[in-house]
């Protein structure tokens, strides 16, 4: 069983105090981060006295929120054994009308639905599936004729790549975990963007010693003298980046602070991961040359994004070498990703350009859509206008992100809220709303959320513990 210490939990709550009852402010905190999944399931909270502590209220504040959560279906405390995270079934028993909730929509997730063409293209591989039915199906390093093509690409985008270059991997999350394990240890320091892909925080977390963070911002993209003090001060091994329509800034990195950025690596002997799952979604941007380009980077992709994320494909660009270190490595997590998903993915990559032309079309529409509500319902807020990518990262102007998305999670309406995108509870002041859903349930989902935002107004408030998420 997973114990979470007092101090972990208070870094994970972040600004919690609110107007109100603080064992409710308390309760409902500890609540979204058990929903969005940064408290997993079966996780034993810190006793009470110990968190009291730690947070510098009153032992009674603490057993409160903890009978609260209880009460909600979202804890089980046995004497003796402590209290273990829990999500209410259906059958439960719940009282709190807060946890009677029926999810209309799911914001949570900036996804696009299945491309047209992925069942023409299923049919056509299943039946060219037999011609490799004679093998073990095993396979860890990918089908020649889809290494080729994914190198072919690379290629033409102006970085030379041979198959020998591209490990075919089960999705980007799979790839970046195997990345990690291969070229991390427990006493190395990994650079990350603030705010970024939650699941690269989870996985570098779980081998780096440290993570150290480079601001990204909407509209002024990465701070140059932050990427130099961050190289100086932690020398880090290996820096995970979204250089192309980032998540979830929608950020694209200039070619001066590509090179800036690889020069850093080469001089600090630095590991560069780029993460390219977004940079061919473009609406009226341009993604930059690859970082491949400007020094020997670790490309991941993937058609997760691109094309749906049922088709677990994604791929790896690598100097021969590491990917030999990386196949090495892979033996202990799985033998290999399946033909027929890949053969899937070959048949895609001979129409990906009318794919993508295809999800232009479709984010424009979303994001004007977005921009337009979401400026008319909410003129407070500060929505930056993107050229590309799925998401847009909202300044609500006060730090109520995880009040508010718990509200509208209450509402019917999951949707992440700012400080899963960064580390110890940071960006309390930011929203990422998604721009790839369907004209009327963008329409829905803001209905929803305006409800939600007049239900958290009345009672904003700044704790004296507030950070602000971005200097």
């Not at 009852?21 to 079966?42: N, Q």
């Not at 979604?281 to 980077?297: H, S």
């Amino acid at each position: 069983m997973m114990v979470l210490t007092a101090r972990r939990l208070a870094s994970e709550l972040g600004a919690w105090r609110v107007a109100g009852p603080a064992y409710s402010a308390l309760a409902d905190r500890i609540r979204l981060l058990t929903l969005d999944g940064r408290i997993p399931l079966g996780t034993r909270l810190p006793a009470e006295r110990e968190l009291a502590s730690e947070l510098g209220v009153s032992r009674t504040t603490v057993a409160a929120a903890y009978a609260r959560l209880r009460e909600g279906g979202y804890l089980q405390s046995t004497r003796g054994s402590g209290s273990v995270v829990t999500i209410p079934g259906r059958d439960s028993p719940v009282e709190d009308i807060e946890a009677r909730t029926t999810t209309t929509l799911d914001f949570s997730k900036a996804a696009l639905p299945a491309a047209p063409q992925v069942g023409e293209a299923s049919l056509r591989a299943a039946q060219a599936l037999p011609g490799y039915l004679g093998g073990t199906g095993y396979d860890l390093l990918g089908l020649p004729r889809l290494r080729q093509a994914l190198a072919e690409r690379y290629t033409a985008k102006g970085v030379p790549t041979d198959p020998k270059n591209i490990m075919v991997t089960l999705g980007a999350q799979h790839a970046i975990s195997l990345i990690t394990k291969t070229f991390l240890s427990r006493a190395d320091t990994a650079l990350v963007e603030a705010p970024s892909y939650p699941h690269a925080y989870d996985a570098l977390g779980l081998k780096a010693r440290k993570l150290v963070t480079v601001t990204v911002d909407p509209r002024r993209g990465w701070d140059d003298n932050g990427l130099v003090q961050a190289f100086r001060g932690a020398r880090p091994a290996l820096a995970y980046v979204m250089p192309d329509f980032h998540n979830p800034t929608g950020a694209v990195m200039p070619g001066h602070q590509r090179e800036l950025l690889m020069d850093l690596a080469r001089r600090h002997h630095t590991l560069v991961v780029a993460d390219e799952t977004t940079a061919d979604l473009r609406i009226d941007g341009a993604a930059g040359a690859p970082l491949a380009a400007y020094g020997p980077a670790i490309l991941v992709g993937s058609m997760g994004k691109t094309v749906w994320g049922g088709l677990r494909i994604g791929w790896i660009r690598a100097q021969p070498e590491k990917i030999r270190r990386l196949e090495q490595a892979r033996y202990a997590q799985d033998l290999g990703t399946p033909i027929l998903e890949q053969l899937i993915a070959l048949e895609l990559l001979g129409e990906y350009e009318e794919i993508l032309r295809f999800r232009t079309v479709q984010l424009t529409e979303g994001r004007d859509h977005v921009e337009q509500l979401l400026r008319a319902n909410f003129p407070q807020w500060d929505v930056p206008h993107v050229a590309g990518g799925l998401c847009t990262w909202v300044n609500i102007k006060e730090p109520v992100s995880s009040q508010l998305a718990l509200a509208a999670r209450d509402g019917g309406l999951p949707i992440g809220a700012g400080p899963r995108f960064g580390l110890g509870g940071a960006f309390e002041r930011f929203l990422r709303f998604p721009l790839s859903y369907p004209a009327e349930e963008t329409s829905l989902a803001v209905e929803i959320l305006a409800e939600a935002w007049r239900r958290v107004e009345p009672s904003i408030a700044v704790g004296t513990e507030f950070k602000p998420a971005l200097v």
